[in-house]
């Protein structure tokens, strides 16, 4: 009885992983770097995600469903590969050792300022080693438990019906923001992540839904995001949202139970789901990385090494805002690969294609 | 001796030397001699059925008397020695043995079951009889497409076990798959099918329940005709089914005896009841130790004046209690139950008062871990209900460690541990992952039968319809 990652477990991976910390001062990017109005860059962010997949989408089809580490293995020689293969998995492996420390340095900011981030993130890998040995399935079914334990959080919005105002809105579009496009790509790592269902391709369901089940999970995606933005800006005023660091928390603190208030406490320490699935999923191809340089490795050694290497790294930011700053050149290069790798893949598997024709001929 | 000699009487005898409550009756007359257990055979059977016929006939007739029924020839030792031990009468004449199956003790009468009870509905439960159990199946279940397949587990002690499952209906690979499972046991004796099922899970080191376990018959036939298996072991009334999902475990039989909103809103009940028993007490440790910011400022005075008086930090506070409950729980079931109400007494209200009043425990406490022990006997499995109380310990131990971060470590442990826990090679988290939304309709509520139109699709079934009805 073969597993296989089904379509639904594929648009849950896809909304999980991109899903991130980074929601929380997307309201804030928005104000600063758009300006007036700026809920709408969500969507404009939303649709380059999508055309991304779209490449993705191609590749997927031309090379029907192989492995990518297969494709490239084709056309360019084992020496080429390797150096390639060992920088994917450092750059990977680094993007999610420094999601997991962001996600932990706001947790101690908010909750537990005397707490060792040195501990929690210990305990937060060892959770991640314990998804990522159970392999891609088992992530793919995790993934789809911890969204719908955080899919809910959505309707807390109604909370915000009565202080929502539209006079708080503006009838100019983009005005008083600056550096929009340097602030588009800043913005553009909350969407980053589905990348890595090109990994995953190999062990997806062969249908023509998968690319579909993408496209719908970065589609979730963004109507998250663009709903907790668009509540921002009805709920704050514009100048406000500037200064604020995380609007959505600040907004969540308003939300008052007879039994229970500063709610954004607890609902922060829901995200844990979306972050560990996030870094698992990182981690997880930086290892089908280095599975193709070191085939015979043990694969469950291989996770505990790379997790740990990379936690060894993670210490080495000491501030929340150092380590955004690095993160932020980390996303940089991360978005470079979202569009250049598929672009290359399609390149390799035209040569291909082309020299197929030729040898037929 | 050789290990497996030719069938005699000094063999078998040999065999049986120093069990006293061998019966060795001799007929000189008709040269025969009878072997049997009193206590395993049925008085009436053997005097119909032997000594009747015995004391009519002469020694010449004694041949064609016993070419005919009941009387089956065997010419194994093991098996004669087998069929002895399983309640058979064995007849030795002129160097032939004869079997007769007298299998006739006193069992337990149908009762009610004490697990679990249902409150409208059939009320019979198994008993330790096999046959029993599969009279009381087949008289529900009236079907020749109900298959019996007999296997026997243990080596030393042969056990009898039956996997029941509806042909047509069954997915065979769960079948051949579960009866390999039974073949591959090399135990010396497996006394019980609660025993047996710990052989046979896909991950023996998990605490959740991989198999569903029943008393009730009505419970295995909802499971057979929804195109699962049935395995019943002979001298066990607790009946197992599969594959099974962690959510099959919050159904009880009550919640189709009613209307269908009676049974969702029950069945929602339950599953807040799991989530109580879960986290509740996690997340007052969680609150009083490091997010007092949480709760409002007129609840805060009440507990700060609760806590005021405790020396302990919250999370001692809360294990001392919570393992005082699972004393009083544990003595409860071992006691008789005129003293096991007792026991209640005692433990719930004077050690619950006086705990209070001696500053050990605050009054809030009390009520977060009577709340979590009420929760958990809502659910419907007792094997469930102890899997999750135990799993709350870890909760707590997180929450006192950590605060909300480390009741959601704890969580996330869990899901992903689920995740990899399979039943039958079948996912344990159906209809979860796999994603399988029309089958939320009997897992999360109890839809109206118009709409319970499929089978589950854990049971992998060609035949998917199980309601044509429009209604």
Same mark, same amino acid.
């Given at each position: 009885m073969k597993e296989r990652l089904y379509a639904s477990h594929i648009t849950l991976l896809v909304f999980m992983i991109q899903t991130g910390v980074t929601a929380l001062s997307l309201a804030r990017s928005a104000a600063m770097y758009f300006g007036t109005n700026g809920w709408i860059s969500i969507l404009i962010l939303g649709g380059v995600a999508s055309v991304n997949i779209m490449l993705i989408g191609i590749v997927n089809r031309m090379?029907?469903?192989?492995?990518?580490? %297969?494709?490239? %293995?084709?056309?360019?020689?084992?020496? &080429?590969?390797?150096?390639?293969? /060992? &920088?994917?998995? &450092?750059?990977? %492996?680094?993007?999610?050792?420094?999601?997991?420390?962001?996600y932990i340095h706001i947790f101690q900011l908010i909750a537990f300022p005397t707490a060792s981030t040195f501990m929690l993130k210990a305990c937060f890998d060892l959770m991640v080693i314990f998804l990522v040995t159970k392999g891609i399935y088992n992530i793919g079914k995790a993934a789809t438990v911890f969204s719908i334990l955080i899919l809910w959080m959505v309707f807390l919005l109604f909370a915000f019906s009565n202080d929502f105002e539209f006079d708080r809105m503006s009838p100019f579009v983009f005005k008083q923001g600056h550096h929009m496009l340097r602030g588009a790509v800043d913005m553009f790592a909350a969407f980053a992540g589905y990348e890595l269902i090109l990994f995953v391709m190999p062990y997806a369901d062969k249908?023509?839904?998968?690319?579909?089940?993408?496209?719908?999970?970065?589609?979730?995606?963004?109507?998250?995001?663009?709903?907790?933005?668009?509540i921002s800006f009805g709920f704050f005023s514009l100048d406000q949202l500037k200064i604020m660091l995380y609007p959505l928390l600040d907004m969540l603190a308003y939300i008052q139970l007879p039994f229970v208030e500063r709610l954004e406490n607890l609902l922060f320490s829901f995200l844990l789901f979306t972050v560990v699935i996030t870094v698992g999923m990182y981690i997880w191809s930086a290892c089908e990385s280095a599975q193709q340089v070191f085939p015979k490795a043990n694969r469950n050694v291989m996770v505990?090494?790379?997790?740990?290497?990379?936690?060894?790294?993670?210490? /080495?930011?000491?501030?929340?805002?150092?380590?955004?700053?690095?993160?932020?050149?980390? #996303?940089?290069?991360?978005?470079?690969?979202?569009f250049g790798f598929p672009l290359f893949l399609i390149l390799l598997l035209m040569i291909q294609k082309r020299s197929e024709v030729k040898a037929r001929a | 001796m050789k290990e497996n000699p030719a069938p005699s009487l000094e063999y078998i005898l040999h065999e049986f030397d120093q069990c006293v409550d061998l019966i060795h009756r001799k007929f000189p007359l008709l040269a025969a001699d009878i072997l049997y257990f009193d206590h395993l055979i049925d008085k009436n059977e053997l005097e119909r059925e032997i000594l009747q016929p015995f004391a009519n006939v002469q020694a010449d007739e004694m041949g064609p008397l016993l070419s005919g029924s009941p009387f089956n020839a065997s010419f194994n030792?093991?098996?004669? &020695?087998?069929?002895?031990?399983?309640?058979?009468?064995?007849i030795f004449h002129d160097s032939c043995v004869y079997l007769v199956a007298l299998y006739g003790p006193s069992n337990r009468s149908i009762e009610q079951s004490e697990t679990e009870t249902v409150i409208i509905g059939p009320h019979d439960a198994f008993t330790e009889s096999a046959f029993t159990n599969l009279s009381l199946i087949r008289r529900k279940l009236r079907s020749s497409h109900l298959k019996v397949i007999q296997l026997s587990v243990g080596e030393v002690v042969k056990s009898d076990v039956f996997v029941l499952f509806i042909e047509g209906i069954v997915n065979m690979e769960y079948v051949n798959e579960m009866i390999k499972r039974i073949r591959d046991i090399e135990v010396d004796i497996i006394s019980d099918s609660n025993m047996l099922v710990q052989h046979i899970d896909d991950y023996p080191n998990t605490i959740f329940p991989l198999f569903l376990t029943t008393e009730r018959p009505d419970v295995i036939v909802s499971k057979l005709s929804g195109g699962r298996l049935v395995v019943i072991m002979d001298e066990s009334p607790s009946v197992i089914s599969g594959p099974t999902s962690l959510f099959e475990f919050f159904m009880s039989p009550d919640d189709y005896y009613q209307h269908w909103v009676i049974g969702t809103a029950t069945r929602i009940l339950r599953y807040i009841a799991f989530v109580i028993t879960i986290t509740f007490t996690a997340i007052y440790v969680s609150i009083t130790t490091y997010h007092y910011e949480m709760i409002p400022e007129n609840l805060l005075y009440t507990l700060i004046e609760s806590r005021s008086r405790v020396p302990f930090p919250p999370v001692f506070e809360a294990l001392l209690m919570e393992i005082t409950i699972e004393l009083l729980r544990e003595a409860g079931a071992r006691l008789p139950s005129k003293i096991g109400q007792t026991i209640g007494i005692v433990g719930g209200i004077v050690i619950g008062q006086a705990a209070v009043q001696a500053g050990l425990t605050s009054n809030i406490l009390i009520i977060a871990v009577a709340l979590s022990a009420i929760a958990s006997f809502v659910i419907p499995s007792y094997v469930m209900s102890a899997s999750i109380r135990f799993v709350r310990f870890f909760l707590i131990i997180l929450a006192g460690i950590w605060g909300n971060f480390g009741l959601m470590i704890g969580i996330s442990v869990i899901v992903i541990h689920l995740t990899k826990? #399979?039943?039958?090679?079948?996912?344990?988290?159906?209809?979860?992952?796999?994603l399988k939304v029309n089958?939320?309709?009997?897992?999360?509520?109890?839809?109206?039968?118009?709409?319970?139109?499929?089978?589950?699709?854990?049971?992998?079934?060609?035949?998917?319809?199980?309601?044509k009805m429009k209604r």
């Open positions: 090379c029907g469903g192989e492995s990518v580490f %297969a494709v490239m %293995a084709k056309s360019l020689p084992r020496f &080429v590969t390797i150096p390639i293969y /060992l &920088v994917f998995t &450092v750059y990977l %492996a680094l993007i999610g050792c420094m999601v997991g420390k962001q249908s023509k839904k998968w690319i579909r089940s993408v496209q719908t999970g970065n589609l979730m995606t963004t109507l998250t995001y663009f709903s907790f933005v668009f505990v090494f790379i997790v740990f290497v990379s936690f060894l790294i993670s210490i /080495l930011p000491d501030t929340l805002f150092q380590l955004e700053l690095v993160l932020k050149y980390l #996303t940089y290069g991360e978005t470079a690969f979202s | 030792s093991k098996e004669i &020695v087998l069929g002895i031990l399983k309640g058979d009468a064995a826990l #399979t039943s039958l090679g079948s996912s344990y988290i159906t209809p979860i992952a796999p089958d939320w309709r009997d897992i999360f509520i109890r839809g109206p039968f118009w709409m319970l139109k499929d089978r589950p699709s854990q049971s992998r079934t060609r035949n998917k319809v199980r309601n």
